[in-house]
């Protein structure tokens, strides 16, 4: 079993920066394949970026170019640095674990195959 803290969230203006991060605890001597997911205010729960544990990353069409993930190993913490903030980048930000020591699925955009999850943290762009 993992637990999964987020942190990092706030408002910003358009066009500014933020870094999230995802401090993972627990079982984690496997390695997981870790995803930030968001959802918007009023809509269904989105795939922002995935990080495998090769250190490999995909990320969502709308946040390619200006968001990046990345993971520090050593502290087990998952980060997502995101410029050139959008309104429509307001969203609740939530972290995601797969399985302990499996590589991400195909279908690494899916949130049902996400076994743990943070509680997230908010994000407002205006």
């Known amino acids: 079993h993992v637990q999964l803290v987020e942190s990092g969230g706030g408002s910003v203006q358009a066009g500014g920066s933020l870094r999230l991060s995802c401090a993972a605890s627990?079982?984690?001597?496997?390695?997981?394949?870790m995803a930030w997911f968001r959802q918007p205010p009023g809509k269904e729960r989105e795939a922002v970026a995935v990080?495998?544990?090769?250190?490999?990353?995909s990320y969502g069409d709308s946040v390619k170019g200006r968001f990046t993930v990345s993971k520090d190993n050593a502290k087990s913490i998952l980060y997502l640095q995101m410029n050139i903030l959008k309104p429509d980048d307001t969203a609740m930000y939530y972290c995601?674990?797969?399985?302990?020591?499996?590589?991400?699925?195909?279908?690494?955009?899916?949130?049902?195959?996400?076994?743990?999850w943070g509680r997230g943290t908010q994000v407002t762009v205006s």
């Open positions: 995601a674990a797969y399985r302990n020591g499996y590589i991400c699925p195909i279908e690494w955009n899916n949130s049902d195959l996400y076994w743990y």
């Open positions: 990080y495998d544990r090769d250190g490999s990353s």
């Open positions: 627990g079982d984690i001597s496997g390695g997981y394949c």
